[in-house]
């Protein structure tokens, strides 16, 4: 055991599991809201499911074969949590889900039904678990008038009830605050992800964990930032489920106790895929192992944290102007044959679905620095971003929030996009689209301090 670069952490080194169980975008400030402050933060936390009503007859997300078929039915129910920050004048809501992705224009749907209240865009960041047995993605996608079942098909009542699913597990969240202290670490799990691209072997193995607790050692909520694919099972798996990330935040939910809220958000997670214990037993069994064991490992991490008074809390947003729009040269043969799309097609579908810019919120909670990064960034690049972002601001705990907000693509480095492969047949915006949100994002960063 040695001390991580993470506030009072540990790395676990472990065998098979010893743990047991060069073109820069234009970016623009949007907010900047920071502060040193004795303020004492306050904070709350809700659940909504966000399994939708049978009527809607959603389909699952993740897989083009299912051919946009709705769902059969509930193996584990899928969640909304949302954690609400307050320090002084400042506010600021993590909303974690389970579910594929959201597309761009769905956050805008959320902030609306909030805005009575006071919420701005800058204030909220959504973060989805990436599971590929929760609602799809382009059936919450307001631009998807193309009726392709493999890409998905726009369900109008499906995005209204989820954009109002969202907006109510923040509204609960904010409506009983208490004091919290806080605190983060991190660990280091080996063999438990890999890089799933030929030739690769850069993994992100840091399991980061955020503990928020009354003054008087109450646990309120807890944030675990693990990077891999929810991928165990495939596109005959039709029905609802959280994946290992829903195992993993029971698991905790019921170690911990005291009605604990365990919110969990992705990382890097571009070109990782799980390591399973074991490839025994049925893609359920393995799901569900691989998330009690890491929950376990996320648990006896959060043993270890001290929590303490935060005084540094704040946020920011940045726009980024996104690179031009483009396929790969091997779309039509790996993601255009997936999701039934010749080029004609295409020209319409990257006018209509991918944004001309994005916006990158990165929020700090103490020792804890979430980068809010729009898409499935690679492992190599979130491990440079986070490197770089601790040597900017400081911050012990850097983590990448994956798909932060909106799925705008992959992100890879140019070298791995002209490569090639399936990431870079899904990465929409050409070789400049890597740096150009790795720079956009430091930026935001780079500006909390």
Known sequence: MKTSPCGNGMVLQSGRFALLLSSLALVVVAVHVWAGTDAPLRAGTARVSLVPPPEIKAALGGYGARMSKP?????????????????GARRFALATADVLAFPPRFKAAVVERLSGEGWQPDQIMLLPSHTHTSL???????????????VGLFQKELFDHTAGQLAAVIREAARELREVQAASTAVTVRERNRNRRRGLTTVDPELVVTRLDTPDGKPLAALINWTAHPTF???????????????????????????????????????????????????WERAERYGRE????????????????????????ERIALPERRWHPDFMKTGGAEYGLNEAMMREFLAALMPGETRSTCVRLGDLLILGVPGELAAELGLELKARAREATGVACPTIGGMADEWISYILSAEEWRKGGYEASVSFYGEP???????????????LN
């Not at 689209?433 to 500006?447: K, Q, S």
């Open 294 to 317: 890491m929950g376990i490992a996320a648990w006896r991490a959060w043993q270890s944290i001290r929590p303490r008074k935060v005084t540094a809390f704040g946020y920011r947003t």
């Open 233 to 283: 099972m495939d596109a005959e798996d039709m029905l609802f489920s959280g994946d290992w990330p829903g195992h993993l935040q029971r698991t905790m939910e019921a170690l911990i106790g005291a009605g604990v809220t365990v919110l969990y958000y992705n990382g890097a997670e571009g070109d990782q895929s799980p390591m399973p214990p074991t490839e025994a037993g049925s893609r």
């Open 71 to 87: 769902a059969l039915g509930v193996h584990d129910t899928v969640w909304a949590k949302a954690l609400v920050l307050e320090q």
């Open 136 to 150: 799809d993605m382009m059936a919450l996608h307001p631009g998807n008038t193309f009726r392709i079942p493999q």
């Open 433 to 447: 689209l890597g740096r150009t949100i790795v720079e956009g994002v430091l930026r935001a960063a780079r500006g």
